[in-house]
């Protein structure tokens, strides 16, 4: 599909690893866990970017872990923000530049702004914010939250995105409480793709899936107006496991269908990655129980938590209106009405 961009036209999509730019905008000076995916979000983003990118960040492990007295891995001019503020400091940012290029105070050229906020940020806190931002279609900014499914920072306290069932800090298994967290995760880039018409372009991505991610912030600079990413991180203090496996798990995560890889470009939805190959039946999505038996945080799960949580990613997959995307189910004798073409993905079993 041809679409009209405010792109410049310099951030071709990346056909492969051969294809991705040596440039390293996020370097040493970060004092971030071994094995942590945000890292590699941040990493990856500012590499799909390039150097005429303003990074805005809020409060959390990829604000205090780096800078840390001193020292920073950012190359590209950079700036706190604060925990709730993502979206407001995007269009505050992308506001002031046009209006400075707009007098002929500074050069008018293509700069990118990239707001980044944490799964409590972003999708507790700051959730006002950026769903006002994805609303003004006249400012250019990415915002892109890095979901590492816990208040990671303050030493991991439950939020929006943790799990079913997960141990946090606030959520510890006990004698009386198996679980203490019973909460399905909150559909964040659903919601945002369902509920923003003037935004061109909302995405789920993954860094263990780095060139489909790094094409989806290049998608998104381009296309311009307010833009949204919303990538699962990994996070081995959190999740508890030996950081080793934090791509293995970013890769479990999608292939379990827990995770679905998706872009919605001007409201049409493509699944992307393994996500796409699963729904047209060309890979089966592998027990969530491979990707719970992990990380330590699920350690006292019992065979009814894990069949429960099968049985919900299963009704994503095999009862939502997109897989893993938008929500509603449709009674078959309305299907015809809403015109839903209710075709079952190719096998909706799991290997
Ligand atoms: C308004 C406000 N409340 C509480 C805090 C304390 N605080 C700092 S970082 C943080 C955790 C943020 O979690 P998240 O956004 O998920 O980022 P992460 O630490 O997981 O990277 C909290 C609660 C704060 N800085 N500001
Ligand atoms: S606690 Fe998690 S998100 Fe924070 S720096 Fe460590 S691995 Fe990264
Ligand atoms: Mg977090």
Redesign the pocket.
């Known amino acids: 599909m041809a679409v009209e961009t405010h792109g410049t036209g310099t951030l071709p999509q990346i056909k492969g690893v051969k294809d991705v730019p040596y440039d390293e905008l996020f370097v040493s000076g970060h004092r971030?866990?071994q094995?942590?995916e945000?890292?590699l979000v941040m990493r990856h983003m500012v590499k799909a970017s390039g150097p005429r990118t303003i990074v805005l960040g809020s409060t959390g492990?990829m604000y205090v872990?780096n800078t840390t007295y001193y020292t920073t891995p950012w190359v590209v001019p950079w700036m706190h923000t604060q925990l709730g503020a993502s979206g407001s400091a995007a269009l505050g940012t992308a506001a002031g530049l046009k209006v400075l290029m707009r007098k002929g105070k500074i050069k008018d050229e293509k700069i990118n702004v990239i707001a980044f906020c944490g799964d409590g940020g972003g999708a507790d806190m700051g959730i006002g914010a950026i769903s006002a931002t994805l609303t003004h279609k006249d400012y250019n900014s990415l915002i892109l939250l890095y979901d590492?499914e816990s208040y990671?920072?303050t030493d991991i306290q439950l939020s929006s995105q943790t799990p079913y069932g997960a141990v946090t800090t606030f959520s510890p298994s006990g004698t009386t409480h198996r679980l203490m967290h019973t909460r399905w995760k909150k559909n964040m880039p659903g919601m945002m793709a369902a509920g923003h018409p003037e935004s061109r372009y909302i995405a789920a991505g993954c860094a263990a899936y780095a060139v489909d991610l790094m094409n989806k912030i290049r998608k998104a600079l381009e296309l311009g107006g307010p833009t949204f990413v919303h990538t699962l991180?990994p996070?081995?203090?959190?999740w508890d496991y030996h950081p080793q496996y934090s791509q293995e798990l970013g890769h479990l995560a999608v292939e379990t269908g827990i995770w679905p890889l998706y872009e919605v470009i001007d409201g049409v939805c493509n699944l992307t990655g393994p996500t796409r190959q699963i729904a047209e039946g060309r890979k089966k999505r592998k027990p969530v129980y491979e990707y719970l038996k992990r990380q330590g945080r699920f350690a006292h799960f019992a065979d009814e938590d894990v069949e429960h949580f099968q049985a919900t990613v299963d009704k994503m997959w095999t009862e939502w209106l997109i897989p893993g995307v938008i929500p509603f189910t449709v009674p078959q004798k309305d299907q015809a009405l809403l015109r839903v073409e209710k075709k079952p993905l190719h096998e909706q079993q799991t290997a």
Do not use: E, F, L, W
């Open positions: 971030t866990c094995g942590c945000s890292a492990c872990a590492n990671a920072n991180d996070c081995p203090k959190g």
